[in-house]
Nanobody, 124 residues
């Protein structure tokens, strides 16, 4: 059973930065792909970024390309999301998720395990 615990959310001004962390325990082949999703009030949960543990290959949503960076630390079993140049529209609850299979299948229903989420609020 994979467990994911997010941390690092908070309140930040527009233009600022935050770094989210996701600690993963119980990793198996079903957790080869790690991802971040987010959900704003009244909106669907949407994909943000994903990374493959084995080689560090990444994919990003267009809305965050060039501003957000996903990375992993194999020794710590942790995944990070560095968020720069934050905008008010980045305000959401951010979730860590994992699955096996293809890095390029980013549909949220393909992810098996989810964390509890961490709130990010960007003030304008």
């Amino acid at each position: 059973q994979v467990q994911l615990v997010e941390s690092g959310g908070g309140l930040v001004q527009a233009g600022g930065s935050l770094r989210l962390s996701c600690a993963a325990s119980g990793r198996t082949d079903s957790s080869e792909i790690m991802a971040w999703f987010r959900q704003a009030p009244g909106k669907e949960r949407e994909f943000v970024a994903a990374i493959r543990w084995s080689d560090g290959k990444t994919v990003y949503a267009e809305s965050v390309k060039g501003r957000f960076t996903i990375s992993r630390d194999n020794a710590k079993n942790a995944v990070y999301l560095q968020m720069n140049s934050l905008k008010s529209e980045d305000t959401a609850v951010y979730y860590c998720a994992c699955k096996g299979g293809s890095l390029y299948n980013i549909a949220k229903n393909s992810f098996n395990y989810w964390g509890q989420g961490t709130q990010v609020t960007v003030s304008s």
